[in-house]
């Protein structure tokens, strides 16, 4: 008697972005804005970060209402119906709730049950990380068609008085479909971390350390004198970065992994009709870029001037505008690159839809 065989998918041989959507919230911050709450000028945050405004979510919008903004424009996009979907991925580190997942309700949101829904948290290399995935869930044959959702409500862990990260962050989402090709239209990802970094950039507090500092003020009354320093505000998480760490780390290092990604893609800069790295500051988009020498044919995105730093939402947003703008470039190739806290990164060379 023969041994039993099992089947297995069908393999696809190629993967392409088949729509783009994006949301936008419509309060905007100025620079005057953010100097109400920081010593600083608006000429000195333009020359340190090129950021002139950012897009804040109010109240009542969720990240997971950006999410759904953003996904039903890729969808109508790429001509497919949410019930199509054979996976829904949202990249976030903003949504409120440890479990369930964003990704579960978004997927209910919008039809796409019983799609296998998961979160990805790789802060501002998440949208990356989620086009990686989406990419072997399309070519295993585990999925037909992928929505991947990059979402931030940065606003909500934010100190507005502290001025080492608050003041760049924005709220935003941006949201591909993947699905099969007849051409290559997603080049291999590089990806990876750098764990030594781990404290560069992240939350004030934990969870657990908030529970804590909860308990000692009911049990006790009153707060100890240390904790006395940590007002019922501050006791809620917030974002910071070590600025200078960051920066050496992006400019000197993410050079090198976009390059690999264009090196693993068979191609050279020239090849490029538009650079979409993290919308992380000006500087070191400018940075990359000459170290890259990208010729001046290629499209830089420059999206952080009017929306700030979005995080895993900065990638997907800053390639919508720049297609919004240079029409053209739809069918041409597009370096992106994501980085941040983790540390973490992910590039990869796709095909502009």
């Given at each position: 008697?023969?041994?039993?065989?099992?089947?297995?998918?069908?393999?696809?041989?190629?993967?392409?972005?088949?729509?783009?959507?994006?949301?936008?919230?419509?309060?905007?911050?100025?620079?005057?804005?953010?100097?109400?709450?920081?010593?600083?000028?608006?000429?000195?945050?333009?020359?340190?970060?090129?950021?002139?405004?950012?897009?804040?979510?109010?109240?009542?919008?969720?990240?997971?209402?950006?999410?759904?903004?953003?996904?039903?424009?890729?969808?109508?996009?790429?001509?497919?119906?949410?019930?199509?979907?054979?996976?829904?991925?949202?990249?976030?580190?903003?949504?409120?709730?440890?479990?369930?997942?964003?990704?579960?309700?978004?997927?209910?949101?919008?039809?796409?049950?019983?799609?296998?829904?998961?979160?990805?948290?790789?802060?501002?290399?998440?949208?990356?990380?989620?086009?990686?995935?989406?990419?072997?869930?399309?070519?295993?044959?585990?999925?037909?068609?992928?929505?991947?959702?990059?979402?931030?409500?940065?606003?909500?862990?934010?100190?507005?008085?502290?001025?080492?990260?608050?003041?760049?962050?924005?709220?935003?989402?941006?949201?591909?479909?993947?699905?099969?090709?007849?051409?290559?239209?997603?080049?291999?990802?590089?990806?990876?971390s750098d764990g030594s970094k781990w404290d560069a950039i992240g939350m004030t507090h934990s969870l657990l350390d908030v529970r804590e500092l909860a308990l000692a003020a009911n049990k006790s009354g009153a707060l100890s004198a240390e904790e006395a320093e940590v007002t019922d505000a501050a006791i809620w998480p917030t974002l910071r970065q070590d600025g200078q760490t960051v920066f050496r780390w992006a400019v000197w290092e993410m050079a090198k992994v976009a390059q690999q990604a264009l090196d693993a893609a068979g191609i050279t800069a020239e090849d490029l009709v538009a650079f979409v790295p993290h919308q992380a500051n000006m500087r070191i988009?400018?940075?990359?870029?000459?170290?890259?020498?990208?010729?001046?044919?290629?499209?830089?995105?420059?999206?952080?001037?009017?929306?700030?730093?979005?995080?895993?939402?900065?990638?997907?947003?800053?390639?919508?505008?720049?297609?919004?703008?240079?029409?053209?470039?739809?069918?041409?190739?597009?370096?992106?690159?994501?980085?941040?806290?983790?540390?973490?990164?992910?590039?990869?060379?796709?095909?502009?839809?």
């Amino acid at each position: 008697m023969s041994a039993p065989v099992l089947k297995q998918a069908p393999l696809r041989e190629h993967t392409r972005i088949l729509g783009l959507g994006a949301y936008r919230p419509n309060v905007i911050v100025t620079n005057e804005d953010v100097c109400q709450w920081i010593d600083s000028s608006d000429e000195w945050i333009r020359q340190r970060t090129g950021i002139v405004t950012r897009h804040r979510a109010p109240a009542d919008v969720s990240v997971i209402d950006m999410a759904e903004g953003a996904a039903r424009e890729a969808l109508a996009k790429a001509g497919i119906e949410a019930s199509q979907l054979g996976a829904v991925i949202v990249s976030t580190v903003t949504h409120p709730y440890a479990t369930p997942s964003a990704a579960a309700s978004l997927a209910d949101r919008l039809g796409a049950t019983p799609a296998p829904a998961f979160d990805i948290s790789a802060a501002c290399a998440g949208y990356c990380y989620g086009i990686a995935q989406g990419d072997a869930l399309v070519r295993s044959g585990a999925a037909e068609y992928v929505l991947v959702v990059g979402a931030e409500k940065l606003s909500d862990v934010i100190d507005n008085t502290e001025r080492t990260i608050s003041f760049l962050l924005g709220d935003g989402a941006g949201a591909v479909v993947i699905g099969p090709s007849d051409t290559p239209g997603i080049g291999p990802s590089v990806w990876g971390s750098d764990g030594s970094k781990w404290d560069a950039i992240g939350m004030t507090h934990s969870l657990l350390d908030v529970r804590e500092l909860a308990l000692a003020a009911n049990k006790s009354g009153a707060l100890s004198a240390e904790e006395a320093e940590v007002t019922d505000a501050a006791i809620w998480p917030t974002l910071r970065q070590d600025g200078q760490t960051v920066f050496r780390w992006a400019v000197w290092e993410m050079a090198k992994v976009a390059q690999q990604a264009l090196d693993a893609a068979g191609i050279t800069a020239e090849d490029l009709v538009a650079f979409v790295p993290h919308q992380a500051n000006m500087r070191i988009i400018d940075e990359m870029v000459k170290k890259l020498k990208l010729p001046e044919s290629v499209k830089v995105a420059r999206d952080i001037a009017e929306a700030g730093n979005t995080s895993a939402a900065s990638i997907p947003l800053a390639t919508h505008r720049l297609l919004q703008e240079n029409p053209e470039l739809s069918g041409g190739l597009a370096l992106q690159i994501g980085f941040g806290a983790g540390l973490v990164f992910g590039a990869q060379v796709i095909v502009l839809p």
